[in-house]
């Protein structure tokens, strides 16, 4: 089985959404991701979590990241990238506001 990042993107971070949820709000998403990974469980490696505001590194320096629209992370597992997507095609992030959701195949490192 191959590993995939799940990169979870939307207008609003994953703290600005936080913070304008009520309880019940915040609950029934959670009950919806809970759902999700119960019915991909032999997939989900890391349900993984939020991630909040950072900074991009390069080499001629650091620089805040104004808009940062990766508001969270998952790693599954499958056979191939196409059922990898087909594991998120109907996830409960797609709730977000403008939200979308990056698949990425996680290489192996030669020689390890």
């Known amino acids: 089985m191959k590993k995939f990042l799940v990169l979870y993107h939307s207008s609003a971070s994953?703290?600005?959404q936080m913070a304008h949820a009520t309880p019940?709000?915040?609950?029934a998403g959670m009950d919806m991701w809970m759902a999700w990974a119960a019915k991909h469980k032999a997939?989900?490696?890391d349900l993984g979590q939020p991630v909040g505001s950072?900074?991009?590194v390069s080499k001629p320096g650091v620089v805040e990241n104004a808009k940062e629209t990766i508001g969270g992370y998952?790693?599954?597992q499958a056979g191939s990238l196409d059922e990898a997507v087909k594991t998120v095609h109907e996830h409960p992030h797609f709730h977000a506001?403008?939200?979308?959701?990056?698949?990425l195949e996680m290489m192996p490192i030669p020689g390890m």
Do not use: C, D, F, Y
């Open 54 to 56: 950072g900074k991009h």
């Open 74 to 76: 998952s790693i599954l």
């Open 24 to 27: 019940e709000q915040m609950k």
């Open 14 to 16: 994953a703290r600005e």
């Open 43 to 45: 997939s989900l490696i």
């Open 97 to 103: 506001p403008n939200a979308s959701i990056t698949v």
